[in-house]
């Protein structure tokens, strides 16, 4: 039971954190208020749930589960699918993505980036790094591996490994990046 509500404040304060209201929240997840309202007064909140909200935000789905990061070897792409999910993102509203890490509120950095068929230049550091790509079309390098990344997709990764990114589409690419370090 503990856990469960250790659950519910997480959710509960990174929908504070973001400056959204139980109602927008729950319109935005297609719930009606009062679902929304009894998953997070209980913390009764099925799992889909809890991975729509981890989607919505940009947050590592482990951390708002457990509490800690996830253990992230190398990376882990996350398909948003079509560019839906990235609609609200459109006006660049940062504080929307705003969410905590340990005890610093991360705000993300916009990125654009020209199209070019140099190698991404490579650079390493500590924590994690979250990517999700608002326009265009993204090669995120890890020393010899490339992946690429389309509108509405995300990657979580370990940038303690050589990594940058690129724009590999005809037209410049745009992207978030958050640094947890």
């Excluded at 039971?1 to 729950?26: F, G, P, S």
């Excluded at 007064?41 to 457990?66: Q, R, W």
């Excluded at 948003?80 to 990235?86: A, Q, Y």
């Excluded at 500590?126 to 990344?149: C, M, P, S």
Aim: charged letters at 30%.
């Amino acid at each position: 039971m503990e856990i469960i509500n250790e659950i519910a404040a997480r959710i509960r304060e990174l929908r504070e954190v973001c400056d959204y209201t139980q109602e927008k929240l729950a319109k935005e997840l297609d719930l009606t208020t009062e679902q929304y309202a009894a998953y997070e007064e209980h913390g009764d909140f099925p799992i889909s749930v809890i991975y729509e909200i981890a989607n919505k935000f940009g947050v590592d789905f482990n951390e708002l589960v457990t509490g800690e990061p996830s253990r992230i070897d190398t990376y882990h792409v996350v398909r948003r699918g079509n560019g839906k999910s990235i609609s609200r993102y459109e006006g660049y509203r940062f504080k929307d993505l705003a969410f905590r890490y340990a005890d610093k509120i991360m705000q993300p950095l916009l990125v654009t980036i020209e199209p070019s068929d140099e190698p991404a230049k490579l650079v390493k550091h500590a924590g994690q790094e979250f990517n999700l790509v608002l326009k265009g079309t993204i090669a995120v390098v890890f020393e010899d591996q490339e992946i690429i990344l389309n509108e509405g997709d995300s990657i979580y990764f370990n940038p303690t490994y050589a990594h940058g990114q690129r724009c590999v589409g005809d037209s410049k690419a745009r992207f978030l990046t958050v640094i947890a370090e």
